[in-house]
């Protein structure tokens, strides 16, 4: 066990442990790209070693990397869509599911949010009228989002969700015009 209150290197017991900022090339499907690998040097020894924390922030380094590949939003930009939705992880987490500690885990790129998830999350962020459902399955009032929609960009939209048997079920038509978050364009869901 490395002791950090030190930093005194396990190896040759004499030399001290030195944080270091490398440069590591990697590759993953058709892009490589030279990330930050963090690491530690021994002075007297020269051994190289990553403690638990410098391991953690290689481990999200590259997983924010691979999400770039995979065309899925990263951790930052998940964080920043939420935070344009007005709202707390644990919110997001009831509106969008995933678990208490998703936004959490996909925010510090500990995790990769699934596909499903990803094009959820894009679609509530343009469609305000879908994040608006969202929220009310998710037992919310509008209110209590804090959501600006004075300032919502223009969108013009049209949402039908059909029941088991194919029947329409809801109806949502949209526009740009801000609406009263007391009484939504469509009225009554039911
Ligand atoms: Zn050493």
Known sequence: MMNDSNNLCPICGEGHLQ????????KYKDQTVALEFRFSLCD???????????????????MAFKKRVDGLLTGKEVRALRERLGLSQAKAARIFGGGPV???KY???DVAQSEAMDKLLRLADKLPAAFVLLT????FEDRVLGGDW?????????????SGDGRPRLRLVSSSTPMDVDEPPWGNAA
């Open 102 to 104: 998703a936004f959490s």
């Open 136 to 139: 009310r399955q998710a037992g």
């Open 107 to 109: 925010e510090s790129d």
């Open 19 to 26: 944080p270091q900022v490398g440069q590591n090339t990697v």
């Open 44 to 62: 007297v020894c020269g051994s190289e070693q990553s403690n638990a924390e410098q391991l953690r922030a290689n481990k999200r380094a590259m």
């Open 150 to 162: 004075e300032e919502a960009v223009e969108w013009s939209s049209e949402v039908e969700l059909r």
